[in-house]
């Protein structure tokens, strides 16, 4: 289970690298729009983790994950439609991008580490 926090503590990295990275080549709103996205799959993953480490001392980890992995999609879109509706200066191309690099970046990661390590 201590690979899972090692694979969210990269994800947080790289949302704050990438957010430092674009203030320095755009302006501060696009750069905490890309934040925001960031965050809005940050936060529900970390908080995935931390239940489903919980769960696994109690109860099977199949239905554990069914339900953690459904309370994570329903704080991811919560987060996402908060967002829109607090920060009206909103960035969506910046927003779009964090989300989507967040969500998919460890992902392709591991996935070529995977496939050239081998």
Do not use: H
Not at 87 to 107: D, E, K, N
Request: hydrophobic share 65%; aromatic share 16%; proline share 3%.
């Amino acid at each position: 289970m201590a690979i899972v926090f090692v694979i969210v503590a990269v994800q947080w990295a790289i949302v704050l690298l990438l957010t430092l990275i674009i203030v320095g080549i755009a302006d501060i709103q696009a750069a905490f729009s890309f934040a925001l996205g960031g965050l809005s799959y940050a936060v529900p993953t970390l908080l995935s983790v931390c239940f489903l480490s919980i769960l696994k001392r109690y109860s099977p980890l199949s239905s554990g994950l069914m339900v953690v992995e459904s309370l994570k999609i329903i704080l991811t879109i919560t987060l996402m439609v908060l967002v829109f509706v607090f920060y009206p200066a909103l960035r969506f191309i910046p927003f779009f991008l964090g989300l989507l690099i967040a969500s998919q970046f460890v992902f392709l990661l591991f996935l070529k580490v995977y496939r050239y390590v081998k």
